[in-house]
């Protein structure tokens, strides 16, 4: 075999290594950040049983997941620094994997009452799968050409999809019917559920740590630190959008309907809980959702070369108006599962044609830059959704007014991407590309 073929196996190997991790860590997302931990915080964790406590609980799950987010927050630009000077990515991918994997496995010990070490267990985990995230990021421009890179990020995303849902089915499975699993009753199978997302996410990474290498030197810091040179960078970045106005104004109103998406999306299950909905329908209809939106993707997709992206992110918004007004008097299982399927319908295309329309605002030389403020920004920009979630619901001793409360970032969010002139936004981009 030529040093040829064996470098294209080589590559060929590292990109299937690649795909296969966002089908190991997207367990993190479904079983844990979606579905099954937030409604065994609220119903074993805290022991929630009177409305009240139920309530509290939904707010101390808000507060845990808007410190984690702003943890996150904190560490992602110093983390992208780290990957973009060092030739260490390899390794912080294995401390943060791991971290995330150990983190996760240990919630099985989580019992009755035990809601600070789930919390903590859970910023954790968090950190673990983010942190990831940054330099799993980081290798994909470095094992694939310019015309394969859409196409290589694409096959990962629809493989975290199939990876997180098959998961999720089996964790339901276990919970609805634990004998058959062997396992004593539904809080054991919730328990165990968290094991199998950290064997799950560990087997299935192997692939990537073994065929992803690192070449190249390290770059210099300039004698400064990694703080300095990653929210130097941010800041750097932030005055320079700001001379783009229609694209700093189309940011605003991002940063404002994505955080309502965000908290819908994190708080859905226990505030489900919170109102008597059983954990089976809530998974259940969970599951629902992301088989619904990869459709529904498509079709706004096809509607935005109708009617244009920003008409159909305005639909998207409306319909999202609707699931909080629903959400606010909503008493049945039944209603759970329509508004399930009503976020499926609405989740992927708003949050696909938002990166679209805000990537033919940005000047094509500075496209690296200018997504990567987007990314860290909105992280930033997610942390205020469940806080006043939580505050709300624990002030007022509802969840339900914590649930319409979010119509503030939709409407919000409608209102400042009124104002936005596209056609000059995306005019500006190409007279400075």
Not at 232 to 240: A, D, H, P, S, V
């Amino acid at each position: 075999m030529s040093t040829e073929d064996i470098n294209s196996l080589s590559k060929k190997k590292a990109i299937r290594g690649w795909v296969m991790y966002d089908w190991a860590n997207s367990a993190f997302a479904t079983t844990i950040m979606a579905a099954v931990l937030p409604v065994f915080y609220s119903s074993v964790a805290y022991n929630a049983q009177t409305e009240l406590e139920k309530n509290i609980a939904s707010s101390y799950w808000a507060y845990t997941t808007a410190i984690a987010m702003l943890i996150v927050a904190l560490l992602v630009p110093v983390l992208g620094a780290i990957s973009d000077h060092s030739k260490s990515k390899k390794k912080f991918l294995q401390f943060f994997l791991f971290m995330g994997i150990i983190a996760t496995s240990l919630l099985v010990f989580v019992g009755t009452g035990d809601y600070i070490l789930c919390s903590i267990l859970f910023i954790l985990g968090n950190i673990g799968f983010s942190g990831a995230n940054v330099f799993y990021d980081s290798f994909l421009p470095l094992i694939t050409k310019d015309d394969e890179i859409d196409q290589v990020s694409s096959k990962g995303f629809a493989m975290g999809y199939l990876g997180g849902g098959l998961l999720l089915i089996i964790n339901v499975l276990m919970i609805q019917f634990p004998h058959f699993f062997f396992i004593p009753d539904t809080i054991w199978a919730s328990r165990l559920s968290f094991v199998t997302v950290g064997i799950w996410w560990f087997v299935f990474s192997i692939p990537l740590l073994k065929n992803i290498k690192e070449e190249g030197n390290a770059e210099p810091k300039n004698n400064k630190s990694y703080i300095q040179i990653g929210f130097g960078r941010l800041l750097e970045t932030f005055r320079e959008i700001k001379k783009y106005k229609e694209l700093f104004k189309f940011i605003i109103a991002f940063w404002l309907y994505n955080d309502g998406i965000g908290t819908i999306i994190r708080m859905a299950t226990i505030y489900g809980a919170t109102i008597g909905i059983g954990q089976t329908d809530l998974i259940l209809a969970l599951l629902l959702t992301q088989f619904v939106a990869f459709p529904f993707a498509f079709l706004f997709g096809y509607m935005a070369k109708k009617i244009g992206a920003k008409k159909s992110i305005y639909l998207g918004l409306s319909v999202y108006i609707v699931i909080v007004i629903w959400g606010f008097f909503m008493d049945s299982s039944l209603d759970f599962w329509l508004l399930a399927f009503l976020v499926g319908t609405v989740q992927g295309g708003s949050q696909a044609l938002s990166r679209s329309l805000y990537g033919s605002m940005i000047p094509k030389k500075k496209s690296a830059e200018f997504f990567g403020f987007l990314g860290i920004s909105s992280k930033f920009a997610s942390i205020a959704g469940p806080f006043i979630f939580g505050i709300i619901g624990q002030i007022t001793g509802s969840s339900r007014l914590g649930i319409i409360a979010l119509m503030i970032f939709f409407v919000g969010g409608i209102l400042v991407l009124s104002t936005v002139d596209v056609e000059k936004g995306r005019k500006t981009a190409r007279e400075d590309s």
